[in-house]
């Protein structure tokens, strides 16, 4: 086999959010293949073979690429609507024009979300794609064609709800799928999808929407269907006082011990929002290794309250960041998450001792690596981890007269991205797609957006 072709990286500054976040004020970083072979202070040592490249990267910082925990990729084409109203009022709004989404509506709704992510820094994506209307074709399919097409790594949360108005859930009766077809579908998803390897591109999660749209019955039996395929279990879990509400009256207890009774709770699984946890759930998600998606914008938007972050991470629950879909983020960037989680945590009980730069590049990078369950792969630079990492460009305008680039990165404005490669592979160019044409995306996001709104006015 022909050696490994070798990139190098050099005259940069280098956060490599490792378990010491050690970090080189000049550095440089050697790539070999899809992998990191070495990195350290100063110039790449002399004498390298197989270089086939060589980045000066004077004015860069260099961090491990930004995961994303937490996504609706179809509410693309759904953003700006219903703009003035709380979680459970917005979806009661949305899902009647989401029952009508197809393949097509969601091929483009993916392009758009990945392509707003991966040209922001985020070189692993995630969707939780919960909506699968009868006949609407293979969506599962077009959307991990479209995360494969830009060259982003890429978890499927394959979702499922069967729990509708009839049933006492929030979704329309024809927006739901059967119990059975759910796990069918899912189980046939993970099988053709799924790939367990270490520089695995494209893997599949179980995840059942939330507590008010899916039967007791199909989140027990999905935790079995993920333990017995050996993937991961995501879903949605204490996003507001509503749900919680909800919770008491439908199952006699809070979210947190009905996720626990389900089989629900485990180092398999990663849940998104948990903004409403006391202290005896947070104990119980550090108990037992339960993951948090970290949705800072979301939750302001849809005034959902403030997750205890701080709290989670002296507890030991592992955190990473999520845009969330975007019909409740219309910004669609990870980046800039960075920031607001920063900032939103500091308005919360611990005031300026909640986060700092450092943790919240962390939660954006290793954080989220190992919520997915991947951070023996990616979310830090170290030899041997796959080469998956950001050049954020802070010498312009925006950050050049602060002096820490971490403290720029996360408290300036966002940070132009120079290149971003993805498995050893370049995906974006000075703010650009390479794999993709963002113009063509737009267009056909403006037109399937009109399309779905056309035929939601039909009723
Ligand atoms: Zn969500």
Same mark, same amino acid.
């Given at each position: 086999?022909?050696?490994? %072709?070798?990139?190098?990286?050099?005259?940069?500054?280098i956060?490599?959010v490792d378990?010491q976040d050690?970090?080189?004020g000049?550095?440089?970083?050697?790539?070999?293949?899809?992998r990191?072979e070495?990195?350290?202070?100063?110039?790449a040592?002399?004498?390298?073979?197989?270089?086939?490249?060589?980045?000066?990267?004077?004015?860069?910082l260099?961090?491990?690429?930004?995961?994303?925990?937490?996504?609706h990729?179809y509410?693309?084409?759904?953003?700006?609507?219903?703009?003035d109203?709380?979680?459970?009022?917005?979806?009661?709004?949305?899902?009647?024009?989401?029952?009508?989404?197809?393949?097509?509506m969601?091929?483009?709704?993916a392009?758009?979300? !990945?392509a707003?992510?991966?040209?922001?820094?985020?070189?692993?994506?995630?969707?939780?794609?919960?909506?699968?209307?009868?006949?609407?074709?293979?969506?599962?399919?077009?959307?991990?064609?479209?995360?494969?097409?830009?060259?982003?790594?890429?978890?499927?949360? %394959?979702?499922s709800?069967?729990?509708?108005?009839?049933?006492?859930?929030?979704?329309?009766?024809?927006?739901?799928?059967?119990?059975?077809?759910a796990?069918?579908?899912?189980?046939?998803?993970?099988?053709?999808h799924?790939?367990?390897?270490f520089?695995?591109?494209?893997?599949?999660?179980?995840?059942?929407?939330?507590?008010?749209?899916?039967?007791?019955?199909?989140?027990?039996?999905?935790?079995? !269907?993920?333990r017995?395929?050996?993937? %991961?279990?995501?879903?949605?879990?204490?996003?507001t006082?509503?749900?919680e509400?909800?919770?008491?009256e439908?199952?006699g207890?809070?979210?947190t011990?009905?996720?626990?009774s389900?089989g629900?709770?485990?180092?398999?699984?990663?849940?998104?929002h948990c903004?409403?946890?006391?202290?005896?759930?947070i104990?119980?998600?550090?108990?037992?290794?339960?993951?948090?998606?970290?949705c800072?914008?979301?939750?302001?938007? !849809?005034?959902?309250?403030?997750?205890?972050?701080?709290d989670m991470l002296? *507890?030991?629950?592992?955190?990473?960041?999520?845009?969330?879909?975007?019909?409740?983020?219309?910004?669609?960037?990870?980046?800039t998450?960075?920031?607001?989680?920063?900032?939103?945590?500091?308005?919360? *009980?611990?005031?300026?001792?909640?986060?700092?730069?450092?943790?919240?590049?962390?939660?954006g990078?290793?954080?989220?690596?190992?919520?997915?369950?991947?951070?023996?792969?990616?979310?830090?630079?170290?030899?041997?981890k796959?080469?998956?990492?950001?050049?954020?460009?802070l010498?312009?305008?925006?950050?050049?007269s602060?002096?820490?680039?971490?403290? *720029?990165?996360?408290?300036?404005?966002?940070?132009?991205v120079?290149?971003?490669?993805?498995?050893?592979?370049?995906?974006?160019?000075?703010?650009?797609?390479?794999?993709?044409d963002?113009?063509?995306? *737009?267009?056909?996001t403006r037109?399937?957006?009109?399309?779905?709104?056309?035929?939601?006015?039909?009723?």
């Amino acid at each position: 086999m022909a050696a490994d %072709r070798r990139t190098v990286i050099e005259n940069c500054s280098i956060a490599t959010v490792d378990a010491q976040d050690t970090e080189y004020g000049n550095g440089h970083v050697v790539l070999a293949g899809n992998r990191i072979e070495s990195l350290g202070a100063g110039r790449a040592p002399d004498g390298l073979e197989n270089v086939e490249r060589r980045i000066d990267a004077t004015g860069h910082l260099v961090t491990p690429g930004l995961v994303n925990t937490h996504h609706h990729f179809y509410q693309w084409i759904t953003r700006g609507l219903a703009t003035d109203h709380n979680l459970f009022d917005w979806l009661v709004a949305l899902y009647p024009t989401w029952a009508r989404i197809d393949e097509q509506m969601v091929r483009a709704a993916a392009q758009g979300s !990945l392509a707003m992510m991966a040209r922001g820094g985020v070189t692993t994506a995630m969707d939780h794609h919960y909506v699968f209307p009868k006949g609407s074709g293979d969506l599962s399919g077009a959307i991990i064609g479209a995360a494969r097409d830009m060259g982003v790594r890429f978890t499927l949360a %394959r979702g499922s709800m069967d729990r509708s108005e009839k049933d006492g859930g929030l979704p329309p009766d024809f927006a739901v799928e059967t119990l059975e077809g759910a796990l069918a579908a899912t189980e046939q998803t993970v099988g053709q999808h799924h790939d367990a390897s270490f520089d695995a591109m494209t893997q599949v999660a179980v995840a059942p929407c939330s507590p008010f749209s899916v039967s007791t019955e199909l989140m027990r039996q999905g935790a079995e !269907l993920a333990r017995r395929l050996g993937v %991961r279990l995501h879903t949605h879990g204490s996003e507001t006082v509503e749900e919680e509400k909800f919770c008491h009256e439908l199952f006699g207890m809070g979210p947190t011990d009905y996720f626990e009774s389900t089989g629900w709770l485990g180092e398999d699984v990663w849940m998104a929002h948990c903004v409403h946890m006391n202290d005896s759930d947070i104990d119980a998600f550090a108990r037992t290794g339960t993951g948090v998606a970290h949705c800072p914008s979301s939750n302001a938007r !849809l005034a959902a309250g403030i997750a205890r972050v701080p709290d989670m991470l002296r *507890a030991g629950v592992p955190v990473g960041l999520g845009v969330d879909g975007t019909a409740s983020n219309e910004s669609g960037e990870l980046h800039t998450e960075l920031r607001n989680a920063l900032l939103i945590n500091r308005l919360g *009980a611990h005031r300026e001792a909640a986060l700092n730069a450092r943790q919240a590049l962390r939660l954006g990078t290793h954080g989220g690596a190992q919520v997915l369950g991947r951070a023996s792969q990616i979310g830090s630079l170290e030899p041997g981890k796959l080469a998956d990492l950001v050049l954020w460009k802070l010498d312009t305008l925006a950050h050049a007269s602060i002096a820490d680039p971490v403290t *720029a990165l996360v408290f300036g404005a966002a940070a132009p991205v120079t290149a971003s490669l993805v498995n050893g592979r370049q995906i974006v160019e000075d703010g650009r797609l390479l794999h993709a044409d963002e113009d063509a995306i *737009a267009r056909s996001t403006r037109e399937e957006a009109q399309r779905l709104a056309r035929i939601a006015a039909q009723g």
